[in-house]
Nanobody, 126 residues
Framework: QVQLVESGGGLVQAGDSLRLSCAAS????????MGWFRQAPGKEREFVGG????????SYADSVKGRFTISRDNAKNTVYLQLNSLKPEDTAVYYC???????????????????WGQGTQVTVSS
């Protein structure tokens, strides 16, 4: 089992940058594929980006490709999401999530993830 805690959200202006962090408990962090999702008010939770267990592969939603970067440091049990060139439409609660199904790999749908953080709010003003 793993517990996830996000941090780094805040209120920024359009064009600004933020770095979100997700710290995981436990000693087997490298067993988990990690994903970042976001949910805006009145909308479904959507995939933002995902990373493989050792960071060799990443995947991004089209809406953030080229602006957001996901990375991980297994020695620190932490996954990061660098958000650049932020837009008002990026405003949402951002969640990190984890699963260990090697047959699935980087999953883009929430159903495959077993563990979730509590979320961190990102608000982008125009």
């Amino acid at each position: 089992q793993v517990q996830l805690v996000e941090s780094g959200g805040g209120l920024v202006q359009a064009g600004d940058s933020l770095r979100l962090s997700c710290a995981a408990s436990g000693r087997t962090f490298s067993s988990y594929y990690m994903g970042w999702f976001r949910q805006a008010p009145g909308k479904e939770r959507e995939f933002v980006g995902g990373i493989s267990r050792f960071g060799g592969s990443t995947s991004y939603a089209d809406s953030v490709k080229g602006r957001f970067t996901i990375s991980r440091d297994n020695a620190k049990n932490t996954v990061y999401l660098q958000l650049n060139s932020l837009k008002p439409e990026d405003t949402a609660v951002y969640y990190c999530a984890a699963h260990s199904r090697t047959s699935i790999g980087i999953a883009t749908t929430p159903i495959w993830y077993d563990y979730w953080g509590q979320g961190t709010q990102v608000t982008v003003s125009s």
